[in-house]
């Protein structure tokens, strides 16, 4: 059974900087995808940014791209969110997420490329 657990949300003025960490366990972790997904009140849960087993490959929705960085440590079984010049749009609930195969996945923006999920972190930007 595999666990994730998010942690750095929090409240932040527009224009600050956050760092979202994501721990994983109970799966080989260097082996699987790992994405950032966000929920915001009343709206569908949307991409945020991916990142393929190696940290070789990187994928952003175009409304985060240029600000925000996601990482992996394979060693620390861990993958992180840098988001900076963050606006108020940026408010949501965010989600880590465990890629469903070692294969190759056809589209990482995709919530059906991923079967296990962190309980979530709240990120509020004030304006």
């Known amino acids: 059974q595999v666990q994730l657990v998010e942690s750095g949300g929090g409240l932040v003025q527009a224009g600050g900087s956050l760092r979202l960490s994501c721990a994983a366990s109970?799966?080989?972790?260097?082996?699987?995808?790992m994405g950032w997904f966000r929920q915001a009140p009343g709206k569908e849960r949307e991409f945020v940014a991916a990142?393929?087993?190696?940290?070789?490959?990187?994928y952003y929705a175009d409304s985060v791209k240029g600000r925000f960085t996601i990482s992996r440590d394979n060693a620390k079984n861990t993958v992180y969110l840098q988001m900076n010049s963050l606006k108020p749009e940026d408010t949501a609930v965010y989600y880590c997420?465990?890629?469903?195969?070692?294969?190759?996945?056809?589209?990482?923006?995709?919530?059906?490329?991923?079967?296990?999920w962190g309980q979530g972190t709240r990120v509020t930007v004030s304006s």
């Open positions: 990142i393929n087993w190696s940290g070789s490959s990187t």
């Open positions: 109970g799966r080989t972790f260097s082996s699987y995808a």
């Open positions: 997420a465990f890629g469903r195969s070692t294969k190759w996945l056809r589209d990482l923006s995709k919530t059906y490329e991923f079967d296990y």
